[in-house]
């Protein structure tokens, strides 16, 4: 799909500059009726279609070259408004892109706009967005999520007939979870495999960026061209990327927890008949243990990602960073406090109290220092099953979408759970990919697969034998 689109832009078949106009069009319809964009970058997109036909006639066109790209809204485009979906920072253009902006941008690729999520990532059903923005809807059930935090990215990606690749965010789930729900296909890389500059951050030690795509093949072009070392992000790697990397035998571990964690039966059938079509196909498909990620992963991943993001959140106070207001009168601690009270959403506060009480001095040793402990322990865990497996796998999500009405009554506690498949891999910083395996009442199901740091070929070699066997 994505080869012969850029094909086709190059050899002129495809006057890009009208595409991008009637991409607007579908995007403006698509969005009126799904929430899915927090801003369409109509008069930009246009300009860029016709600086990239300029290119081409120099015969100096990108990579990418046209390229549809839309861009989760906690990733900075420069002097387009990136409000990480929250209303504190409503206003906010950054004066740079990105450096994954950055790199599609020389490469040609179009930005088209900012797609919705949870306000900074605190969500999985993207009903937590920010105050006065839309919940985006299911793009084959309006009464249904469409998976958070990157749930406008993979609601678009489904709903597009038009080439499109989504950028979005993974923290504990974010690209897995609505990728799965809405049927396409979502890989996050190795942490630090693409660089998190100019990224509006969740958590630090657990933000990859990554992208959604409904074909596997079109996975490859675009993460070569974002991933690679950047000296602006002291975390990212330097190793080169290998995609080419096949393995003759794979060696698949079917994680035995997956499917006793309270999973829907649709969702246990699927992804069971999908491991009966491996092992026709002549795979070895044994069933593996993790302990220590089921019990105490989705505990360690929160306590972690909330003592980060109440650190990161701290500069909006209404001073340099953030909505502002009248401090005339008041002292810095009620000014601070006002502004938050105002523009924070409720699971925003939610997770500032947690994270704040987590690293506070009284209770740092026995919250936060003790689950970065545990976080140790799962690497190793996952580590010994990559001696004796190439490829780890379970279902993506345990239900299938729920209604927005089911969602808006569960606890805080039961949302939190909803990621207790996901976070593994996420406090690994392992790569790993959801890909759709098959549909309940026309609702996606997804199967997550993940390999061992640094093995993104590998992974893109298995998620293309579950695409051949749909």
């Known amino acids: 799909m994505l080869k012969d689109f850029i ?3 190059k050899s002129g078949e495809i006057k890009l500059h009208k595409h991008i106009k009637k991409v607007i069009d579908k995007c403006k319809l698509i969005d009126k009726e799904f929430s899915y964009f927090n801003l369409i970058c109509e008069k930009e997109a246009i300009e860029q279609a016709k600086e990239i036909e300029r290119k081409i006639k120099e015969g100096k066109p990108g990579k990418l070259s046209g390229l549809i790209i839309s861009v989760k809204d906690n990733i900075c485009v420069k002097d387009v408004e990136s409000t990480a979906g929250s209303r504190i920072l409503k206003g906010y253009k950054p004066l740079f892109d990105a450096t994954v902006i950055e790199k599609l941008r020389k490469e040609d690729a179009i930005i088209i706009g900012k797609t919705s999520c949870d306000a900074f990532g605190f969500g999985s059903f993207n009903t937590n967005v920010g105050i006065g923005f839309s919940i985006p809807k299911h793009p084959f059930d309006k009464e249904r999520v469409t998976g958070g935090s990157s749930g406008g990215s993979a609601g678009l990606t489904a709903i597009a007939d038009f080439v499109h690749v989504a950028i979005a965010e993974s923290t504990g789930g974010s690209i897995e979870n609505p990728a799965s729900f809405c049927g396409v296909i979502g890989f996050c890389p190795t942490y630090g495999r693409v660089s998190r500059f100019g990224l509006i951050s969740y958590a630090n030690s657990l933000d990859k960026i990554g992208l959604m795509t409904k074909k596997v093949e079109d996975i490859a072009p675009v993460l070569k061209v974002i991933s690679g070392f950047d000296e602006k992000d002291g975390t990212s790697l330097k190793q080169e990327i290998n995609l080419k990397s096949k393995i003759s035998e794979l060696r698949i571990g079917v994680i035995k927890e997956s499917l006793e964690e ?3 039966p649709e969702v246990r059938k699927s992804f069971l008949k999908t491991i009966e079509k491996l092992r026709k196909k002549g795979f070895v498909c044994e069933e593996v243990s993790l302990p220590i990620t089921f019990k105490y992963g989705v505990p360690t991943y929160y306590l972690i990602s909330t003592s980060e993001a109440s650190t990161n959140l701290s500069c909006l106070s209404g001073l340099r960073y953030g909505q502002e207001g009248d401090p005339v009168g008041k002292t810095f601690s009620e000014y601070f406090s006002e502004i938050r009270t105002k523009h924070f959403n409720d699971e925003s506060k939610r997770r500032i109290m947690l994270g704040t009480f987590a690293r506070m001095a009284g209770y740092r040793d026995a919250f936060y220092i003790r689950a970065t402990k545990i976080r140790t ?19 993506t999500m345990p239900i299938i979408a729920p209604k927005i009405s089911e969602v808006k009554k569960m606890s805080p506690l039961q949302n939190y759970m909803i990621d207790v498949l996901t976070v593994g891999p996420n406090l690994t910083g392992m790569p790993h990919a959801t890909i759709p395996i098959e549909s309940e ?18 992974l893109l070699q298995f998620l293309k034998i579950i695409e051949d066997l749909q």
């Open 377 to 395: 322990k799962i690497i190793k865990e996952y580590k010994r099953l990559f001696e004796q497996y190439d490829v780890l796998i379970s279902p």
């Open 7 to 9: 094909k086709k832009v």
């Open 441 to 458: 009442k026309e609702l996606p199901i997804g199967l997550m697969a993940t390999t061992d740091h640094l093995n993104e070929g590998v």
């Open 262 to 264: 309270n999973i829907a």
